[in-house]
């Protein structure tokens, strides 16, 4: 007997052996359990998911000697038959090579006709959506109004080229890509019944490979057995599938959050010289980029992950090295340069310098951080504490007087306190210069753990340490930031680093402070004076800073005019 292909071999001859369409296969079988029996199937989606063979398993259930049934024999000559192709009664149509009107006419005319033997006359009709407009047409009302004990099923990988007039007269089965895990079971019961032994990992490489359609899957599981014999290895795998070694993909990973653009290009090299193509090696990087991105996102979840455990514990040491907005965007840069480098000439030149640019990208800050940093409407930034010298009633707050703190600290009210402007001073500490230290050590490890943060905080005027809590004056014109001050994991946050600092469990409150009133000049001149020099300040402090030094640069400006919001 001549060799039959695993694809074949193994074709469902059975509802209970279908693998990985669980929806469509329970709606057939109540169909035919409570005879309620449509006069038209569509059945669509990507190739190898089981279309045709769940088109031959109906046939078989309606025409079955003990038909219609969920259960058919397989040894009635119906059943025979319509595994071999060669019943009389169930035409196997192929739509692109039969696709013009007088193909359909005479399909119309051998409708008219009773079955021969069977209990259904069933045209199946393989990629029907490559019909004409006009075989269409010529179909439309035979398919409206069929004449009894005709049934049939079309199959298509491309539903929506199908006109809607057509869709609306057949019950519509989407077939889904099947799951990677149910591809890789299947593999390997097939490899058991073929007495070849083969390792989980290299089911999973396959499975991962035919990307949801099982045909494929066992095509290519066909191939490896036919270059490995019964022993089949992970490297033969690799070697005849043209699969990346994984141990590559991920020295490609580490090697970019050690920022080493130049293991990068050897690596490169590695990859090219043994013959792989560029495009193949980016989208394996991606994928890889990817399954560290949900080892951290969603690590709980095998359904969501799907990965092997080899795999997983190859990779989990790894993921602490990036956070999620770091494998965002080598995700994104692999995706913006794989377009690229596909039609490019020099493809080797582009991926080389997609490396080094990977380097670079997890060194990017989030745009919301930066953001936070920039004062109001270009207020210059004022020096982050108060002066050295001890301020009034010995707090560690900086005096009203003084530029406001650009790194402040803020919580939300205490329970029952309701703040208002021009609030009552807290009461002074014990030790002035111990309060100032705790208050200067929490900002810094704000500022440094917490960019973000830091930044809202920089609008305060002073901080304090009371008794009881950590108390952060806000003053009013500048009572936007206090609920992004307030967010739960803010709150949280800072009564940690409160905690750390000072060894107390202090609550944190926020006050809103009445700007103190300008002093009256008594001669008008005076008053010219005092502007011209507080003006001349803030440009000499603006133009220390690094944020509009940036600016500056970025658009090639200067300073035209300034003031003090």
Do not use: W
């Given at each position: 007997?001549?060799?039959?292909?695993?694809?074949?071999?193994?074709?469902?001859?059975?509802?209970?052996?279908?693998?990985?369409?669980?929806?469509?296969?329970?709606?057939?079988?109540?169909?035919?359990?409570?005879?309620?029996?449509?006069?038209?199937?569509?059945?669509?989606?990507?190739?190898?998911?089981?279309?045709?063979?769940?088109?031959r398993l109906?046939?078989?259930?309606?025409?079955?000697?003990?038909?219609?049934?969920?259960?058919?024999?397989?040894?009635?000559?119906?059943?025979?038959?319509?595994?071999?192709?060669?019943?009389?009664?169930?035409?196997?149509?192929?739509?692109?090579?039969?696709?013009?009107?007088?193909?359909?006419?005479?399909?119309?005319?051998?409708?008219?006709?009773?079955p021969s033997r069977d209990r259904y006359r069933i045209f199946i009709i393989d990629e029907v959506h490559m019909l004409s407009s006009s075989a269409f047409n010529a179909l439309l009302k035979t398919l409206e109004e069929p004449p009894p004990r005709v049934v049939f099923i079309f199959a298509t990988t491309e539903h929506r080229k199908i006109p809607v007039t057509i869709l609306s007269r057949c019950q519509h089965f989407e077939f889904r890509k099947i799951a990677r895990r149910e591809i890789a079971?299947?593999?390997?019961?097939?490899?058991?019944?073929?007495?070849?032994?083969?390792?989980?990992?290299?089911?999973?490489?396959?499975?991962?490979?035919?990307?949801?359609?099982?045909?494929?899957?066992?095509?290519?599981?066909?191939?490896?057995?036919?270059?490995?014999?019964?022993?089949?290895?992970?490297?033969?795998?690799?070697?005849?599938?043209?699969?990346?070694?994984?141990?590559?993909?991920?020295?490609?990973?580490?090697?970019?959050?050690?920022?080493?653009?130049?293991?990068?290009?050897?690596?490169?090299?590695?990859?090219?010289?043994?013959?792989?193509?560029?495009?193949?090696?980016?989208?394996?990087?991606?994928?890889?980029?990817?399954?560290?991105?949900?080892?951290?996102?969603?690590?709980?979840?095998?359904?969501?992950?799907?990965?092997?455990?080899?795999?997983?514990?190859?990779?989990?040491p790894l993921a602490p090295r990036f956070?999620?907005?770091?494998?965002?965007?080598?995700?994104?840069?692999?995706?913006?340069?794989?377009?690229?480098?596909?039609?490019?000439?020099?493809?080797?030149?582009?991926?080389?310098?997609?490396?080094?640019?990977?380097?670079?990208?997890?060194?990017?800050?989030?745009?919301?951080?930066?953001?936070?940093?920039?004062?109001?409407?270009?207020?210059?930034?004022?020096p982050r504490m108060p002066p050295a010298a001890d301020p009034p009633r010995g707090?560690?707050?900086?005096?009203?007087?003084e530029p406001p703190s650009p790194r402040p600290v803020a919580e939300p009210v205490a329970a029952g306190e309701t703040p208002a402007g021009g609030a009552v001073p807290p009461a002074p500490p014990a030790d002035p210069g111990e309060v100032r230290r705790q208050v200067e050590a929490i900002l810094e490890r704000v500022d440094r753990e917490r960019s973000t943060l830091g930044g809202f905080l920089s609008h305060a005027a002073f901080f304090d340490l009371e008794d009881s809590a950590f108390v952060i004056s806000l003053p009013e014109d500048k009572a936007v930031f206090r609920a992004s001050i307030e967010r739960k994991e803010y709150l949280s946050f800072l009564r940690d680093t409160i905690a750390a600092v000072t060894g107390r469990r202090l609550e944190v409150k926020i006050r809103l402070a009445r700007p103190a009133p300008a002093p009256e000049i008594a001669a008008p001149a005076a008053a010219g004076e005092a502007r011209d020099s507080k003006r001349k300040q803030l440009l000499e402090e603006a133009h220390r800073s690094p944020v509009v030094k940036s600016f500056l640069d970025l658009f090639q400006g200067e300073i035209s005019d300034i003031e003090e919001v």
């Amino acid at each position: 007997m001549p060799y039959q292909v695993l694809a074949l071999k193994y074709r469902p001859q059975t509802f209970d052996e279908v693998v990985g369409q669980r929806a469509v296969v329970q709606t057939l079988k109540n169909s035919l359990e409570g005879s309620r029996i449509a006069h038209a199937y569509l059945f669509s989606g990507v190739r190898g998911v089981g279309k045709t063979s769940v088109a031959r398993l109906l046939a078989k259930a309606l025409n079955c000697v003990n038909g219609p049934t969920v259960r058919p024999c397989n040894v009635c000559s119906s059943c025979v038959e319509i595994a071999a192709s060669s019943s009389l009664d169930v035409l196997e149509i192929d739509g692109a090579s039969n696709n013009s009107v007088d193909d359909v006419r005479d399909l119309r005319e051998t409708v008219r006709y009773a079955p021969s033997r069977d209990r259904y006359r069933i045209f199946i009709i393989d990629e029907v959506h490559m019909l004409s407009s006009s075989a269409f047409n010529a179909l439309l009302k035979t398919l409206e109004e069929p004449p009894p004990r005709v049934v049939f099923i079309f199959a298509t990988t491309e539903h929506r080229k199908i006109p809607v007039t057509i869709l609306s007269r057949c019950q519509h089965f989407e077939f889904r890509k099947i799951a990677r895990r149910e591809i890789a079971a299947h593999l390997g019961r097939v490899c058991a019944a073929e007495a070849v032994s083969i390792s989980p990992h290299a089911l999973d490489l396959i499975a991962r490979l035919a990307d949801g359609s099982l045909r494929d899957a066992q095509s290519a599981l066909d191939q490896v057995i036919a270059y490995s014999g019964s022993a089949v290895k992970d490297e033969d795998v690799r070697t005849i599938l043209g699969v990346l070694d994984r141990e590559i993909l991920l020295a490609f990973m580490e090697k970019i959050a050690a920022k080493d653009p130049a293991a990068l290009l050897e690596l490169i090299d590695r990859v090219l010289e043994t013959g792989h193509d560029p495009v193949l090696f980016l989208n394996s990087l991606m994928e890889q980029a990817r399954d560290l991105l949900l080892l951290k996102v969603a690590a709980d979840s095998p359904k969501t992950l799907e990965l092997a455990e080899e795999d997983r514990a190859a990779m989990a040491p790894l993921a602490p090295r990036f956070s999620e907005e770091d494998l965002l965007r080598i995700m994104d840069g692999v995706a913006r340069e794989e377009g690229r480098i596909r039609f490019s000439a020099q493809p080797r030149y582009l991926l080389e310098a997609l490396a080094v640019r990977l380097c670079h990208l997890a060194d990017l800050t989030p745009l919301e951080d930066l953001l936070a940093r920039f004062p109001e409407e270009d207020e210059p930034v004022a020096p982050r504490m108060p002066p050295a010298a001890d301020p009034p009633r010995g707090a560690s707050a900086a005096a009203p007087s003084e530029p406001p703190s650009p790194r402040p600290v803020a919580e939300p009210v205490a329970a029952g306190e309701t703040p208002a402007g021009g609030a009552v001073p807290p009461a002074p500490p014990a030790d002035p210069g111990e309060v100032r230290r705790q208050v200067e050590a929490i900002l810094e490890r704000v500022d440094r753990e917490r960019s973000t943060l830091g930044g809202f905080l920089s609008h305060a005027a002073f901080f304090d340490l009371e008794d009881s809590a950590f108390v952060i004056s806000l003053p009013e014109d500048k009572a936007v930031f206090r609920a992004s001050i307030e967010r739960k994991e803010y709150l949280s946050f800072l009564r940690d680093t409160i905690a750390a600092v000072t060894g107390r469990r202090l609550e944190v409150k926020i006050r809103l402070a009445r700007p103190a009133p300008a002093p009256e000049i008594a001669a008008p001149a005076a008053a010219g004076e005092a502007r011209d020099s507080k003006r001349k300040q803030l440009l000499e402090e603006a133009h220390r800073s690094p944020v509009v030094k940036s600016f500056l640069d970025l658009f090639q400006g200067e300073i035209s005019d300034i003031e003090e919001v």
